[in-house]
């Protein structure tokens, strides 16, 4: 049966063709009535191919550079490896002058001072990320973001300038007589306090790593679905009870992540911290005590490293912090994508 | 003037999967033709073979012979010249965000270096008056940009940048679906007067609009052409029961 | 309720009355809430005493003598920055050049040519560069630049930066890049449009705000760098024209100056801290009234 809703056409076609078409008909190409084409000339495929490789080369470059970095780092401090071998690692001499060269002493003061840095940071970060995603009037989320935010585009020359003339005399003047006296009795606060010294840099280097660990952990808390956060309120909870348990429950693994991500920017930081730190290669059981990080070495030496085993010695350090930092990170890295898993994140750099 | 269309034993393949079967079509010149049949069927697929957008697509692979006038399409034609003979208008209208009105339509011909100024003035002028555009537009030229028209006015938009390049085969993958009728309506027009300059091939689910703008049509089903045919036989007495089925809405 | 005509499905109603939220819950919510609120000030103090402290310090410093004048020797008053201004222009300058290219290029090759395995690796890869510790790629610049040419200079500050930014401006780049329907891209090669011409002229021009802002981000960052210039730059006390020496930046002009025993410096410090930030700050914000004045209406 036809179709009667359908329309009459309202032309006269002609029977189509079913058969290959002879010459001539109108299949063919009619050149002459065809207005001169604008386009003319045949299109080579060379810039097109030569696009390619160019583009493809320069992902190559990317991928070089991380072989540049390792093989300079390697074959800097090769000399230093045959001198000492693992117990550069283990030992706390660092005396150029005599040419012997322990490592510990960086070790230990790049994960103390980070370490600090964590303890004060976490639960701040954790609060500011919190209020922002869960307890912040919606007006006021983007100026308390942006804020954070800006705390991380401040140079870090800047904030060792601010931590030498502004956070050391506070420390020295009232936090550390007041734990001293408080806490003196933990070896953790004893001796003079000088102000420069480990829980400057670990203050400092807190501060540098809020904004990361904060934004990182908004990204993860954003990500939990709505309706787990509805389903804890139907059974009544409180707010503290349900982003404690609806919330930050299962944004665990991301919190996690974004914890040992400000743990590797931690390692790495440089300058605030050897603004600080009071630079002096010792072990101690202090707090208030001067200390060295392997960045603060690296910084402060470098340039005046006189003889081959110095330098190699150095690159040694660089090549272990580098290492440390990019398991780090790869770990953090993980973290943070098993929870968010491919959504697009703001590249934090 | 436009040419004619010929496929010959077209398969075509996402990866592993086949979508079209041994497809055989002549399209004849200056006419329009148009593909119907539910979703999925492969006309879209079988109409991106014709300008070799299929290929696009990674792991996608195309066996058979399609010869657009004497130019054969698979066989020693880079792809990029095969286009400029051939005008596509997708479905949802996509006109370049960032240019003008007037840079979307000379677009095809500055992009591929043609830089004459006045020539240019002359072809975007000529294009937007063939798409039915020029008056609504010519006072915004250069200031408004492509996305800042309606739908109706971007789809017509596509169509004149289409023509800018003087194509000789028109390719529509759907082009209406996306509009309001009044829209459907100018552009269904359009495509009827277009038909004298340029061989039209047009993609449909809407059968009405085969029946108001094709003069053939080709019934498409599971990747297989079941039947070609002048649209006037297809809707009044098709050879095949299952285009008699489609046509008369048993299945959609 | 038992059950009545009037409501039958009251049977399924225990008799039991829920207790109000105990007193300690609610306490508990209302400190926690207080709790966040104090860590929301704690972290923005720092922010604020910075910023406070850097233009209180810092403004009665800048003045035209310093923004002019180079150091002067150790215990005369006065002198400026101006060779350390003008060296990190020329430094950023040439970690730009290199850096930006490569950084862009790279970003289109992971998202027009790089969804595949070969892609994945260069991600991976970019995304390990992002985390390595600035000093190092200090260190990596100076057995790259300057053990070859012996001696500091500002290619090989501006070689260390841009080993920096080219991991950073490759992502952003990929990602607004991404963000292009690929409808567009269609329609490009719908028109005959070659490959490269597309994905320069078409895909790139629709995603240039997105990876300008890449870019500014990418420079602010590095911008404000200072241990990778440690050993590259190095530093300098004069104004340097030659390429075969060492060249002041501001960063390493306010490091050494901090570090120092003398209150003259300590004072002009701040000031260049100050100058520092206003640079970076007022070259973002030009770029991006740059990118939005180039800008259609209704684009």
Partial sequence: MSNQALPRPRFNAPEPEHGPPEHGTKAALK???????????KVSEVP???FGWAMRLCGVAVVALLGLIVYQLVVGSTLSWHAFGWKFFGQSDWNPVEDQYGALPFIFGTLVSSLLALVIAVPLSLGVAVFITEMCPIRLRGILSFTTELLAAIPSVVYGLWAIFVLVPVIREYVEPFLAKTLGWTTLFSGPPYGIGMLAAGVILAIMIIPIISSITREVLTVVPQHQREAVLALGATRWEMIRMGVLRNARAGIVGAIILGLGRALGETMAVTMVIGNRPEIAKSLFAPGYTMASVLANEFTEATGNLYLSALIEIGLALFLVTIVVNALARLMVWSVTRGQPARSIA | MGVGITVEHLNAFYAKTQALFDVNIIVAANHATALIGPSGCGKSTFIRCLNRMHETIPEARVEGSVRIGDLSVYNGTSATQLR??????????????????????????????FRNRKQLDEVVHKSLQASALWDEVKDHLHKKSGASLSGGQQQRLCIARALAVQPEVLLMDEPCSALDPISTGKIEELIFQLKEQYTIVIVTHNMQQAARVAEFTGFFLLGKMIEFDKTEKIFTNPSDKR????????FG | MPATNSNPAAVLIPEVSVPPISLRRRVTDHVMTAVSVLTVALVLLPLFAIFAYLVYKGIGSINLAFLTQTPKPVGEPGGGMANAIVGSMVILGIAS??????GIGAGIFLSEYGRNRYGDIVRFVSDVLNGVPSIVIGIVA???????QKHFSALAGGVALAIMMIPTIARTTEQMLLLVPQAIREAAYGLGVSRWRTTLSITLRTATSGVITGVMLAFARVAGETAPLLFTAFGNQFWNWKTDQPTAALSLQIFSYAISPFDEWHRQAWAGALVLIILIVGAVAAVRIAVRHGTLAGA
């Fill in chain 1, 31 to 41: 050149i002459e009535t065809r207005a001169t084409p604008l386009l003319d000339g």
């Fill in chain 1, 48 to 50: 097109d191919v030569a």
């Fill in chain 2, 84 to 113: 400029r003979r051939v005008g596509m208008v997708f479905q949802k209208p996509n006109p370049f965000p960032t240019m003008s009105i007037y840079d979307n339509v000379a677009a095809g011909l500055k992009l591929n270096g």
């Fill in chain 2, 243 to 250: 285009t008699e089925d489609y046509v008369t809405g048993r």
């Fill in chain 3, 97 to 102: 050049l290199l850096g930006v290219p490569l």
């Fill in chain 3, 142 to 148: 100076y057995g790259l630049v300057v053990m070859r």
